[in-house]
């Protein structure tokens, strides 16, 4: 530590290079261990952290080698401007969230009449994107003599009572003027600047909300502040400041919540579409399958991926055991043509397991499906699959649905209307039906009660099947 020249009779201690090194390293290590966790619940890929990651490197650098130089003295004033507290607090605010989904993340907005294209000026920067995406923070360490500083460069004078109550009635007026934003603080025009980008995304026809991590200002002392906070609050942002925020928990507690469990939303019976049947079956999930000559690019691309991700244990298993399992007569039929067609010897067995066709119990379906497999099958998964027939007048759907309806297929239609009716969750890895949905639905939907319960499994599996022209 070294000590700064006294200050209204205080001598402050500021931190040396080697103290935010030891700080910094922390950081790191926390951010690997995460990285890895991301590996292990295979979200690495979805959950955004490489630019933050990579920003805690390079200060982590800087300060390596400002530790190395021996000159403290010439040293310590880029010591004072390290960027470690701006990423300690990012940091901090990302352990208390849940569902995470990226940090440092940039949105953009479309002007009128502009031409597309992401324009940086028509940006906002986002620290973090929580709460499956309907929650950003932005993070900033102003003061309360900075944001004066910014106040008294711009300019600002205070308006008397008259000016107020005019400005008011011009602003209620037809034609409502933006306000002038050349007057406004940077803190004001960036979040001025969320505000807008968080206006062009929809998650289920919501809009992101947007808190203000402020954790020097200080409220309640300064008049002028204050004014500018209520202004803050006034665009429909949450705010925390010095008398608000809490430190964050421990980091070894905080990993089980930072990722969304997409299954704690699930309903207690599962609706099964015909790519999740084909994948249950196939001995890509199952089986270590060796590339084949007469494998196509898609297949030999499975066994890659299948190495990577062990989608039973990993994936289906989890999403599927405790539940009771259903589906459509149209998605079993699918299903059996396929296999039927093309199936291995091993991917018809597991079919009549899974489907119930040769009248085993339970603990005997179970014994079995262990026997065709590689992986141990979950004591609690309820086999075989309650095939069921969709009532003819579903009367639970909202209007919306009858647009769903006429971008269907009669297979889709039979699956997904089947469980959006009943308000059970349906399982499918068929991303073209879901993003059908979803478009059809920010558009018809008058509010995200109306939406289904539908997961998108991340990753799909075909079956194996056989050599083109081989007959078993």
């Known amino acids: 530590m070294t000590d700064t020249p006294p ?3 205080h001598t402050r201690i500021l931190p040396t290079a080697s103290d935010l090194l030891t700080r910094c390293q922390l ?5 690997e261990t995460f990285k890895e966790y991301l ?3 295979k979200q ?4 955004e952290i490489a630019h933050f990651r990579n920003t805690v490197k390079s200060e982590h650098r800087t300060l390596s080698r400002l530790a190395d130089n021996e000159d403290v003295e010439a040293t310590q004033h880029t010591v004072n401007s390290s960027n470690l507290p701006f990423l300690e607090q990012v940091w901090g605010v990302v352990k208390g969230q849940t569902g995470l989904q990226a940090m440092q993340k940039r949105f953009y907005w479309q002007e009128a009449g502009q031409k597309r294209g992401m324009k940086k000026r028509n940006s906002a920067l986002v620290d973090i994107v929580a709460g499956d995406g309907l929650e950003w923070f932005k993070v900033s360490l102003l003061t309360n003599n900075r944001l004066l500083f910014d106040k008294a460069k711009q300019g600002w004078e205070d308006a008397s009572s008259s000016e107020e109550e005019e400005d008011e009635e011009e602003q209620t007026q037809h034609g409502k003027k933006e306000e002038d934003e050349d007057n406004d603080v940077p803190l004001v025009k960036m979040t001025k600047d969320l505000v807008r980008a968080a206006r062009e995304v929809k998650i289920r026809t919501r809009s992101p909300t947007i808190t203000l991590v402020l954790p020097k200002l200080r409220e309640g002392e300064v008049a002028e502040i204050d004014k500018i906070l209520d202004q803050l609050r006034a665009l429909g942002v949450r705010l925390i400041t010095s008398t608000s925020i809490s430190p964050p928990p421990p980091f070894d507690t905080v990993m089980p919540h930072l990722l969304t469990n997409p299954f704690a939303s699930f309903t207690p019976t599962l609706n099964i579409d015909c790519t999740i049947l084909l994948a249950l079956v196939s001995d890509f999930s199952h089986c270590s399958v060796t590339t084949e000559p007469w494998f196509h690019r898609a297949l030999t691309r499975q066994v890659e991926i299948e190495d990577e991700e062990n989608l039973l244990p990993n994936l289906l298993y989890p999403a599927l055991a405790n539940a009771e399992l259903v589906c459509t007569d149209e998605a079993a039929k699918r299903m059996r043509e396929i296999v039927d067609t093309i199936g291995t010897i091993g991917e018809k067995t597991r079919t009549k397991l899974f489907m119930g066709d040769n009248g085993l119990s339970h603990a005997d379906v179970l014994e079995e499906l262990a026997r065709q497999s590689r992986f141990p099958v979950p004591a609690t998964l309820k086999l075989p699959i309650t095939i ?3 009532s003819e007048h579903q ?5 919306s649905a009858k647009a769903v309806k006429k971008h269907l297929t009669n297979i889709n239609q039979s699956v997904f ?4 009716d009943q308000g059970i969750t349906t399982i499918t890895s068929n991303r073209t039906v879901v993003k059908q949905i979803e478009n059809v639905l920010a ?3 008058g509010g995200e009660e109306e939406w289904p319960r539908v997961w998108l499994c991340p990753t799909a599996r075909s079956l194996v099947g056989k050599e083109k022209g081989r007959r078993d």
Do not use: Q
Not at 27 to 31: K, N
Not at 44 to 47: A, C, E, F, L, R
Not at 417 to 420: E, K, N, R, V
């Open 395 to 399: 009367h639970s759907l909202p209007e």
């Open 44 to 47: 690495d890929s979805s959950v």
């Open 443 to 445: 558009k018809e939907a």
């Open 7 to 9: 200050a209204n009779g």
């Open 39 to 41: 590996k292990t619940r």
């Open 417 to 420: 209307l089947h469980g959006w």
């Open 27 to 31: 950081l790191l290590d926390e951010l």
């Open 388 to 390: 069921i027939t969709p």
